[in-house]
């Protein structure tokens, strides 16, 4: 059974920053592409950001303040986020996509982590 943990979500101003990280468990890790994924009340979840090999992937709407990242010796990737805005405000999760679907998620979701971007 594979277990997704998140981690390292909070409060934070616009404009500040904070790294998210999440540990996969009872899984091959580094053979999958991993994404982070987000939803906001309301609204469908979303990838903010994809990883396979070295090659990553953001939506315009974080391209060049969002970056992700992987340790596979720690079975962890990271998102560290930058110049957050209050639109970035969601509940965040990491997965690997069903095959090449990228709005699929290959295991069962985790708890994810709030992120709340508010003055």
């Known amino acids: 059974q594979v277990q997704l943990v998140e981690s390292g979500g909070g409060l934070v101003q616009p404009g500040g920053s904070l790294r998210l990280s999440c540990v996969v468990s009872g899984s091959i890790f580094s053979i999958y592409p991993m994404g982070w994924y987000r939803q906001a009340p309301g609204k469908q979840r979303e990838l903010v950001a994809g990883?396979?090999?070295?090659?990553?992937n953001y939506p315009d709407s974080v391209k060049g303040r969002f970056t992700i990242s992987r340790d596979n010796a720690k079975n962890t990737v990271y998102l560290q986020m930058n110049k957050l805005k209050p639109e970035d405000t969601a509940v965040y999760y990491c997965?690997?996509?069903?095959?090449?679907?990228?709005?699929?998620?290959?295991?069962?979701w985790g708890q994810g982590t709030q992120v709340t971007v508010s003055s």
């Open positions: 997965n690997a996509p069903f095959g090449s679907n990228w709005s699929l998620g290959r295991w069962p």
């Open positions: 990883i396979t090999g070295d090659s990553t």
